[in-house]
Nanobody, 118 residues
Framework: VQLVESGGGLVQPGGSLRLSCAASGFTFSSYHMKWYRQALGKERELVAAITNTGAGTNYANSVKGRFTISRDNAKNTMFLQMNSLKPEDTAVYYC????????????WGQGTQVTVSS
């Protein structure tokens, strides 16, 4: 099983990034997918989630209207489009695959760093 995040980097405030999470080794379309982030010295927090079919999504209040989660089950890939980025969005972003919607276990990627700074 592998989850590999990509697309992170350094961006100025107000800028955009698109994160990807490539999955392999399990039946991607059977898993709900989530993006978490962890800033330095803080606990890991849920950013966005999407159901296995893509029909349902959920967002943290802090990113609503700025971030969009999506998935392509044919390509075993999940995305996070991040617009209007703020310095407080700086964190390591992780993707997570779960079979139960409220679960915090499942499979995890290694993370990708997002830094928002001028």
């Amino acid at each position: 099983v592998q989850l590999v995040e990509s697309g992170g980097g350094l961006v100025q405030p107000g800028g955009s990034l698109r994160l990807s999470c490539a999955a392999s080794g399990f039946t991607f379309s059977s898993y709900h997918m989530k993006w978490y982030r962890q800033a330095l010295g803080k606990e890991r927090e849920l950013v966005a989630a999407i159901t296995n079919t893509g029909a349902g999504t959920n967002y943290a209040n802090s990113v609503k209207g700025r971030f969009t989660i999506s998935r392509d089950n044919a390509k075993n890939t999940m995305f996070l489009q991040m617009n209007s980025l703020k310095p407080e969005d700086t964190a390591v972003y992780y993707c997570n695959a779960v079979t139960l919607w409220l679960s915090r276990s499942g499979y995890w990627g290694q993370g990708t760093q997002v830094t928002v700074s001028s």
